[in-house]
């Protein structure tokens, strides 16, 4: 059974800093995302790795400021976002796939967890 806990979430003021973590379990994963989600929009990626590491995206909205990362021991995958902005709060969620290598498109995805809130506060 696939499982993606994710963890990390929380209110922090403008110009901080968050880590969100996804621990990642049942399945041998090819890529991990992340997407966050807000009320009336669709849901948007925001970075997406293959488990090897080999192909890394990010969206442009948050290049230079955030970073996904891996644990590959632990089979956890970290999102670190720094400098955050509050156009940044949102519902963040982990991604998983066994098939697709980094690709930044949620439909792309098979397993997601459950979401973890993000606000910023200006």
């Known amino acids: 059974q696939v499982q993606l806990v994710e963890s990390g979430g929380g209110l922090v003021q403008a110009g901080g800093s968050l880590r969100l973590s996804c621990a990642a379990s049942g399945r041998t994963f090819t890529s991990m995302g992340w997407f966050r989600q807000v009320p009336g929009k669709e849901r948007e990626s925001v970075a997406a790795?293959?488990?090897?590491?080999?192909?890394?995206y990010y969206a442009d909205s948050v290049k230079g400021r955030f970073t996904i990362d891996r644990d590959n021991a632990q089979n956890i995958v970290y999102l670190q976002m720094s400098s955050l902005k509050p156009e940044d709060t949102a519902v963040y969620y982990c991604a998983a796939s066994v098939r697709i290598i980094g690709t930044p498109n949620p439909a792309r995805y098979e397993y997601w967890g459950q979401g973890t809130q993000v606000t910023v506060s200006s």
């Open positions: 790795d293959s488990w090897s590491g080999g192909t890394t």
